[in-house]
């Protein structure tokens, strides 16, 4: 696939995996909550086992295979207890499951830096498995699943990246955090900002399981974090010299460089549409 894509451009290739993107996404999500399960169960597996194989690229070892299970662990048991199937207590559960992790290095041999490979192991889960797993928060909202909510999401950050790039190719002079991200600028931000607002106006007459006024609630926040998703994740791969997370996505790089927005706007957008 990606040999075929590479005949086209850049933006082609982002054009062309969006399409396939949305074919699968849509129909999945508006099927059912277990298709969507399903879907993000994959995304949060391929996006953890990113991480971690990029985390290995600067000399460290974290437990890529048992941190990823505990990311799914975690998914998992955060769609049954909020979809109502478990009780709530089994949340217990996470401790020791994610406390193994000391006990598997403890007899791990030969290793130059241990509790900084553990420490890795962990922000694994907190960087990628709890974000994701927080969607089922405010999607699984009282048990009952709402396919308008995610796909809402989804459609602001697409808008919001969406209306940053061309508004950065087209505009794009002041720059937004240079360090960071030499290609990212202030006029980028505001046309992802106005996307998202347009995208947020069109959601509050069409999606009616949240009101609008929390759609633009959500969509302020999409602009903001999901900003700062990208910078950070930009921060992540400076510190370990790359361009793209990977190539699994073309046009787009690897699963983080993708979902980067979604994984900071995530806790957010749960506490929001939580407490208001």
């Not at 900084?116 to 960087?127: D, K, Q, S, W």
């Not at 061309?166 to 937004?176: D, E, I, P, Q, S």
């Amino acid at each position: 696939m990606r040999s075929n894509f590479s005949q086209f451009s850049n933006l082609q290739q982002r054009v062309l995996t969006a399409l396939v993107a949305l074919s699968i996404l849509i129909p999945a999500l508006r099927y059912s909550e277990w298709a969507y399960f399903v879907v993000f169960f994959a995304i949060s597996m391929l996006t953890m086992l990113e991480f971690y194989r990029l985390v290995g690229l600067d000399d460290n070892q974290p437990l890529k295979f048992y941190g990823t299970f505990v990311g799914l662990f975690i998914y998992t048991l955060t769609f049954l207890i909020e979809h109502g199937f478990t009780d709530d207590r089994y949340y217990f559960l996470i401790s020791p499951v994610a406390s193994c992790i000391f006990f598997i290095k403890l007899y791990k041999k030969n290793e130059r830096k241990p509790f900084t490979n553990i420490a890795f192991t962990f922000l694994g889960l907190i960087y990628v498995a709890v974000p994701i797993a927080l969607l089922h928060v405010f999607i699984l909202r009282n048990g009952v699943y709402s396919y308008q909510i995610l796909l809402g999401c989804l459609f602001l950050l697409w808008a919001s990246d969406t209306g940053a790039y061309f508004a950065g190719v087209r505009y794009g002079k002041t720059k937004l955090f240079e360090r960071v991200s030499p290609k990212k600028s202030w006029e980028g931000s505001v046309g992802g900002a106005l996307a998202a607002g347009l995208t947020a106006l069109v959601l509050g007459f069409s999606f009616g399981d949240l009101p609008a006024w929390q759609w633009y609630g959500v969509a302020v926040i999409i602009v903001v974090a999901g900003t700062y998703g990208d910078l950070v994740e930009s921060l992540f791969k400076r510190s370990i010299a790359i361009k793209d997370s990977g190539n699994s996505l073309p046009g787009h790089g690897g699963f983080l460089d993708r979902f980067d927005g979604l994984l900071l706007s995530a806790p957010f957008i749960a506490t929001f549409l939580s407490i208001v």
